[in-house]
């Protein structure tokens, strides 16, 4: 069963910074891998979708990585701005079907 | 081109009533899914609808949710005899084909059952 793992849970940095949100997955058996964004009340963003035959996925300010073998998956913020506060989501497909086995989220603030 | 749209935006119902939700997906997007986000809590699987096969109904938590989707038009999530436990945001996507493919999700429904 495909579990998807998402730390940390929160994450509070100062304007300016870069950062790293990290992704976990149980089943290496992924087609893709796909990072969204959720502004409080509001429905999914999708930012980078990274397919199983790549390592990155670029952006703008935004990279997404991806290592199969390892499970695992970050995203890269460069020069973090207080726009970018949010709740950040990963999500692989699972098996055949294209429903997606969402993490619990990263809850990021940036502060000014 | 315009995005996934989803009405009402919020529904506020009294336990026991039925309710019915409606997803509009991307033009010629044949893939079609609903997710539940509860209050805290990560989004959950409902349904998925592909072309005109038959859905991938597992994620239905009990017999009184259904979906219908005719063609690769408007879909419809009815709940029937709602409990407060069913208080959630549902999420509609869409996507161009299924695995592999970009979901792109609809501002969702603000269900509050009192």
Redesign the interface.
Known sequence: KQEVTQIPAALSVPEGENLVLNCSFTDSAIYNLQWFRQDPGKGLTSLLLIQSSQREQTSGRLNASLDKSSGRSTLYIAASQPGDSATYLCAVPYNQGGKLIFGQGTELSVKP | GAGVSQSPSNKVTEKGKDVELRCDPISGHT?L?W?RQRLGQ??E?LI?F?GNSAP?KS?LPSDRFSAERTGESVSTLTIQRTQQEDSAVY?C?S?P????????????T?LTVT
């Open positions: 893939a899914y997710y990560g989004l699987f998925y592909q991938d994620g999420l996507a996507s084909w299924g695995t592999g493919y970009e979901q792109y999700f609809g501002p969702g603000r």
